[in-house]
């Protein structure tokens, strides 16, 4: 464990001094947002940081991370614990700025993403996650086998499982708790974040019995 805990600090020194996204001229300055420990209770990853979390480097500390809280209060977990009790990564690390058309934030390129996909394998490998929670589309098409086929109806309200090189790990894919899309709007999709919050509450508790 205190090796592990070792590299991983290494690992996140290299992830907030990562400039690769500006060297390519993807965006204008790097400020990577990085937290988490070993030990979490899992591991959540979303699509990029929002501008809020890029100055504060506290990921989900706007009105998004207000809504996610309360799915997690319903899975049985504490709030104002929530910070410190989950793992915080994304398939890119700094704020990509806003969308060119259109409300919200702009999608990272596939190239972005390769160029920050090997500090997220590696930061899996080294935190081993129990569970990992996928916030939004793009996070359930890079971790749920065969997501790219269907709909984000048919995935929130699953859970998938896959092989991480350290065993068989549950995914949980829930929709990105931002106020710009209108997925959320409609209570047959609001019930499936409940299932699905009710599935990761049982897989922690499973977990904690074991």
Request: hydrophobic residues 40%.
């Amino acid at each position: 464990m205190d090796d592990r805990a070792t590299r991983l600090e290494t690992l996140q020194q290299s992830i907030r001094a990562c400039t690769r996204c500006v060297d390519a001229g993807f965006i204008p300055v790097a400020n990577p947002v990085v937290r988490g420990s070993l030990g979490m209770r899992g591991m959540l990853i979303g699509q990029a940081p929002g501008p809020r979390a890029e100055h504060t480097q506290t990921p989900w500390s706007g009105p998004s991370g207000k809504l996610l809280r309360s799915w997690f209060a319903r899975a049985g977990l504490d709030p104002e614990r929530f910070l410190d009790d989950w793992y915080f990564a994304a398939l890119t690390r700094c704020f990509p700025g806003k969308a060119a058309h259109g409300p919200g934030d702009r999608v990272p390129s596939r190239a972005e993403q390769a160029l920050c996909r090997p500090h997220l394998d590696a930061e899996i490998a080294l935190v081993q996650p129990p569970v990992i929670v996928t916030l939004g589309r793009h996070a359930a098409d890079t971790f749920v086998p065969g997501a790219r086929k269907i709909s984000l109806r048919d995935l929130v309200g699953s859970v998938g499982s896959v092989d991480l090189g350290y065993g068989m790990v549950p995914i949980v894919p829930l929709p990105h708790p931002s106020g710009v899309g209108r997925w959320l709007n409609d209570p047959a999709n609001r019930a499936l974040v409940e299932r699905a919050m009710d599935d990761l509450g049982g897989i922690l508790a499973k977990r904690a019995q074991a």
